[in-house]
């Protein structure tokens, strides 16, 4: 158990389908983060989320929707995606404020998907 | 905007030996954290240290520690005797104090033979 849970692990779908990725901490952690990892180019910071509120997004196309229900779930809603989306979407989740110092993330494994 | 460099896109070493991967950066803040992490095929990033910029010591884990030089902006990991299990894609990434996000270098894929 790696504290991040992510599902699916793989993840195949077409340019009109509508699909959801989801992750899961069981850190008890405040933040949450989605990031892209494409070949070639360095992790991608996407959407974060402090306390169920969105704290930033990083000119993320709309055809990526983010929701944080709760401080320990995260999805990513995808519809109509182009082929360039094909990528490993990873979850992550930290600690913030509260007197505790942020040193870094604890990710998961991620979703592997393809848009065909 | 803060970027991380990693010149070397793939490294070798023999098990049991020494090697030095190489991480710059760009940043105009004087308090930050730097990490590394490592990727092997289970995809997982898992955090391998952390230094954080106010201290002059470098950082140190078991067999992982890092060189740090804050002028030169420059942040490598040694690891010395090498396992087969180190074998991975290796990322340094920056975090400001003040913020949320980590950027990430490019990586390096470290390859370790028998």
Known sequence: ?116 | AQTVTQSQPEMSVQEAETVTLSCTYDTSESDYYLFWYKQPPSRQMILVIRQEAYKQQNATENRFSVNFQKAAKSFSLKISDSQLGDAAMYFCAYRRNSGYALNFGKGTSLLVTP
């Open chain 1, 1 to 116: 158990e790696t504290g991040v849970t992510q599902t699916p692990r793989h993840l195949v779908m077409g340019m009109t389908n509508k699909k959801s990725l989801k992750c899961e901490q069981h850190l008890g952690h405040n933040a949450m983060y989605w990031y892209k990892q494409s070949a070639k180019k360095p992790l991608e910071l996407m959407f974060v989320y402090n306390f169920k509120e969105q704290t930033e997004n990083n000119s993320v196309p709309s055809r990526f929707s983010p929701e944080c229900p709760n401080s320990s779930h995260l999805f990513l809603h995808l519809h109509t995606l182009q082929p360039e989306d094909s990528a490993l979407y990873l979850c992550a989740s930290s600690q913030v404020g509260g007197g505790e110092l942020n040193y870094g993330y604890t990710f998961g494994s991620g979703t592997r998907l393809t848009v065909v």
